[in-house]
């Protein structure tokens, strides 16, 4: 079995993300400061370095304030 990671899906929520960081105008330390977090954080998870779990995912949506919903309904 493939690590989540590595699949289509999640690549596909990291792009998501990362559309939706720079549509907010915000730069990855920005949204890591709003997180209360390293920027490496937001660095590792949009590059795939890390993955993100339900709750870090609902968090950083929250931050962006877009709907995890829809994010999760173009996958």
Excluded: H
């Excluded at 596909?12 to 949204?31: D, H, K, P, V, Y």
Aim: aromatic share 6%; no cysteine; proline share 1%.
């Amino acid at each position: 079995m493939t690590k989540s990671v590595f699949t289509t899906r999640y690549k596909r929520l990291r792009q998501r993300l990362i559309e939706a960081r720079r549509a907010s105008g915000l730069t990855q330390a920005t949204l890591a400061a709003k997180l209360q977090r390293p920027q490496s954080f937001v660095s590792k998870y949009e590059r795939g370095e890390r993955r993100l779990d339900l709750i870090e995912f609902l968090e950083v949506a929250e931050a962006l304030n877009v709907d995890a919903g829809n994010i999760l309904g173009q996958l």
